[in-house]
Structures are given as C-alpha cells and as structure tokens.
C-alpha cells in the first residue's frame, strides 16, 4: 500500500513529562516547546511574529491567505475558542458593475440586493450579489438611479443564476452596466460567486470597463454557504438554491461542510414525518426565521432519533461545527468559563443544524452587540391544567393594560400550550428593568383577574389558575424562536399571530410544519417583527401605569 509521509506542525504544549503546562503563560509554553522538538523532522515548531502584525497581515494580503491568528502572550491555556486568541480573517474588496436588481421586501425601500458582474476576457460575466452594508439615503439614492438605467434582459454571461432570474416578471430587474460599485468580502466560491459581499461605497471615478473580475482564491469553500449568502437583502441565506433537502436525500453532498444525513429517518412516529420533512420546513421558512436569529446566542435541544429518542440540550458549539457557521464566546457563571454559542445567521447554517437532529430554536432575548439589553420582555402565559380560555382571557387583557399606558405588545404562540405576550423595549434597558415591567404588568393582570391568573411558581400554589411568568426576563435564559419547531407531537410551531385572531376558538395546535408555510404565504407581512425595532421610553411608559393605577 501506498504511504504517505505526514508533517506535524507544533505550536503549543499542553503537557510535558507528567507536568500540566496549561497555566503557564503561551510565550513560556512555546518556549518550552521549541527547546524539546529536534531541528528536523517530522514534527516542525510553528513560530510567531511578536511585533508588526499589520505588516504580516499586508503580507497575507498579498499570498491571498485566508488570514491570521493572534495570540494573547501570557494567556494561559482554556479549551475551546477563547477571547485570549482572534482569528483575522483577511478580507478584500474589489470594484464590480451593477447589472441588476432585486426589489425590496419587508419593509425595505429602495430595493433589495444588488445584481454584480466584472469584465472577463473583454465581456461581462455574473459575480453574484449584494444587499446589506447599504444606508437608507443609499438605497434610495442608488434606486433612483437603477430606475433610469432599466433594460429588459441581463448583459452578464454565464450566470449562475438562482431561481428566478430570467427577467422583471421573476422579481429580478436589470441595468444598462453603467453603475460601479466598491464592496468588501471574503472570498469567491466554487461557482464564481462573492462570499459574504457587503457594500462600501459607489464608484463615481471609475469606468465600468476598468472593473476586472478577481481571481479566486481556490480555497474550496462549499456552494451551500457561498450560494446562501448571494441571496437576500442583507441578511444571507434567506433564499438558498443549493442547501436543498431534495438534493441531499439522493444521496449528493450540497456542499463540502453540508451534507445532509438519514433524511428519511422518522422524527414524528405518528405522523410520519421525517428529518427530512424538518430540514426542508426551515428551509422554507428561513427568510421569516432568520430575523428573529440574527446577532443572537442560540441554544439547540437535539433529537438525534426523533421526538421520542434520547435528546440532550447544547450550548457550547462542537469542535466539528464548520467555521463558516459564526459562534461568540460568552462566559458563564455556571459553567466557570466561556461557552461557544452558534449565532444563526444565514439559511445553510440553519440548515446545518437542523440536520444535526435540532428540532426546536431557543434564543436569548439581547443580542451579541448589546447582550445586557434585550430587545424585548416576554410574558409567558403556561396554562399547565387551566383551560386555554382562559390563557386568551389574559392575553386580552395584558393587551388592554398595555394599551391603556400606550405601550405596543405582540403575540405568539409557544408551540406547546400556552402564549408569548412580546414587548418591544429597542435594547434600552437593562434585564432587570425588563423584569420590573414584566412582574408590574403581570401583578396587575393578577389582581384585575384573580379568579384565573396567578404569579405563583410552584404548581401547587397555582390553584389550576394561568401562570404568568415574567423570570424569564433574565440575562441568558431563552424563548422558543417564533417559527421554532416543538419537540411534541404533530410537530406545532411557534407561530406569530395577529391580536385578532386571539379570541375564543383560537387553536394553537393547528400551526404545524405542514400549515405554517403555507400560512406564511398567504401574509403580507410578519405581525411580530416589528418587536425586534420598536423602542419604549420605559419612564413615560411607568408614569401612565402610575396614572392608570390611581384612577382605579
């Protein structure tokens, strides 16, 4: 058999002779390290750069290397990521021609991502697309543009086009190439396509004949990722053609880091529905979805053998999960050190945990970039033995208190029995301030219907009555995601509702993987983003409750 030689390439020791190095600083570790290796051989010592790191990056630059790996020097060892070492990614940007457009949705103006091409061999070929780094006087600036330059069919040759790009009717419009834009990305994929493009600024100076297509870095990186985040506005991966479900159940890899697996095991035994049928519901579901997953830590409960298999709850990322996929270290208190959360931004890594048998989304209510502020305060309605009647009784009536003090409030269903009463706080406050509101507005629902709401924990104490719980409002505990599958059976879902429709025949259960998207089709708009943007002014909120209450 043919043998191939390998090569080991050091550049830390953990242990030496018996002896546990990890508290030791990194410089004394490698130094250590570099006295025991031989000076050939098979093992080689990886050496480091102490100073000019911007020169090193320029340097990377100029080999295309996918970047760099700082080090804290007297950091001690930890397992896992860590915030004593950062990986710099080495980005680039180039010029590219809009040849395109696509309109835009949910609530966006102007227009929805940019279509791109560069020269080649002296004619325009497609580059893929862009949507997010845009300001709103840009999009309305550039739209007004885009609109004079309208032609009837592309100038771009050989496109990979996903679904749809065969004209205006599709909802992909297209330019005279006259428009010249600057954007910043990661790489280029397999099909030619930008990865993780993100607009900088137009190109006034330049001639769209003067922008040549970049070589690719040949890096290999996987058509489900790059594919994925061509599409949307903005937000990649909300239209994804090559993490298809169909394509991996014949047994054909998507991508290099997304494969689907045993997509015809059963999930749900009495309705026989599968992992596959998990998969392909996200998928569907993910341009509603993402919105809610975006820049937020994400706790996964998987069921590797279906709903009534062995689950385990997991919130460190493992070592295996694709780096493509973005993850933060947070530190926790219980566990006495940083875990690494995945942050779901993008359809392939939605669909990359699904296939890891993750059924139901759970989410912490703050963001990565303000993670002691969250975005909203929740009031969970579990109705445990009361009747659902009077779960709805409640909702109406926190809404009319909310409604009193002018403050906005959206529902959804939990998925399981009860309701989620959302309150748009805009990052403002802090958790405790959130859980303050929640324990004021639920105090008040108690006293004004003690016969069927109570703030009693303990399900003795509840007395079969409706418990509102307002503790979730903590810093790192999780909601269920609306459109987050449940781990129960007909497989329900977490399901955005309009106040309307909450009223007496309300059934929850009837949002499933099967109903929701057609659901979702029929809806023009999504009854509960706007959770994620409204802001309170908690003080003139807490002045008219004040108000109401003398009155009473």
């Known amino acids: 058999a043919l043998r191939m030689p390998a090569t080991l390439y050091a550049f830390d020791l953990l242990a030496l002779e018996g002896y546990d190095l990890r508290r030791l600083p990194l410089i004394t570790r490698k130094a250590i390290l570099r006295k025991i290796l031989p000076e050939t051989g098979l093992i080689r010592y990886v050496d480091h750069f102490e100073e000019r790191g911007e020169d090193v990056y320029e340097h990377v630059l100029r080999l295309e290397l996918e970047g760099i790996v700082a080090k804290k020097a007297d950091s001690s060892y930890r397992g896992g990521r860590s915030r004593h070492w950062l990986k710099v990614r080495a980005d680039r940007s180039d010029d590219f021609v809009v040849v395109g457009f696509t309109p ?43 609109e004079a330059l309208e032609r ?39 099909e030619g396509l930008l990865r993780q493009p993100v607009f900088l ?24 990722a790059g594919s994925a985040e061509q599409a949307g506005e903005g937000r990649p991966g909300t239209a994804s053609r090559s993490a ?14 997304l494969v689907f697996s045993n997509l015809d ?9 599968t992992k596959g049928d998990l998969i392909e519901y996200y998928r569907s579901i993910s341009a509603w979805l993402l919105p809610f997953l975006e820049g937020r830590p994400l706790v996964l409960t998987r069921y590797p053998d279906g709903i009534d298999g062995k689950n385990f709850y997991q919130k460190d990322a493992p070592d295996f999960a694709p780096d493509w996929i973005r993850t933060v270290a947070i530190w926790s208190d219980s566990s006495s050190r940083e875990l690494e959360y995945f942050v779901c931004e993008d359809e392939a890594s939605l669909l990359y945990l699904a296939n890891l048998g993750t059924i139901p989304l759970h989410i912490w209510m703050s963001r990565v970039s303000e993670l002691e502020r969250p975005d909203f305060c929740v009031l969970d309605l579990d109705p445990k033995d009361a009747p659902f009647e009077h779960v709805i009784e409640i909702a109406l009536a926190i809404r009319s208190l909310c409604q009193e003090i002018e403050l906005p409030t959206f529902v959804k269903t939990s998925g399981s029995t009860g309701l989620h009463v959302l309150i748009p706080l805009g990052a403002r406050y802090t958790y405790e301030q959130s859980r303050t509101l929640g324990q004021l507005l639920a105090q008040i629902t108690v006293r004004r219907l003690p016969a069927i709401a109570t703030i009693q924990r303990s399900l003795a104490a509840r007395e079969g009555k409706v418990y509102i719980d307002y503790l979730q409002n903590r810093r790192g505990q999780l909601i269920a995601a609306p459109y987050s599958v449940r781990p129960l059976p007909g497989a329900p879902v977490s399901a955005p509702l309009r106040w309307r429709e909450v009223k007496p025949g309300l059934e929850i259960g009837k949002h499933t993987i099967r109903t929701l998207p057609r659901r979702v089709r029929r809806m023009k708009d999504d009854p509960i983003l706007p959770v994620l943007a409204l802001e309170t002014d908690l003080a003139a909120v807490l002045l008219r409750l004040q108000e109401s209450l003398l009155v009473e």
């Open 201 to 224: 600024r137009l190109r006034e100076d330049k001639a769209p004949v003067e922008c040549e297509m970049p070589a690719s870095r040949g890096s290999g990186l996987d058509s489900a």
């Open 244 to 257: 298809d479900p169909a394509r991996g159940r014949r047994g054909t890899a998507v991508a290099p880091q």
């Open 265 to 273: 095991k059963v999930f749900w035994p009495e309705e026989g529905y």
């Open 152 to 190: 009837p069919e592309p100038v771009f040759l050989d496109a990979p086009a996903p679904p749809g790009t065969g004209g205006k009717s599709a909802g992909h419009r297209w330019v005279e190439p006259e428009l010249v834009v600057e954007v910043r990305y990661k790489e280029r994929t397999e």
């Open 104 to 146: 835009p949705k949910r609530g966006r103006t102007g227009f929805g991502a940019l279509h791109l091409a560069a020269y080649e061999a002296g004619e325009l070929r497609y580059a893929g697309r862009v949507g997010g780094g845009f300001s709103d006087s840009q999009l309305a600036e550039i739209a007004a543009e885009l």
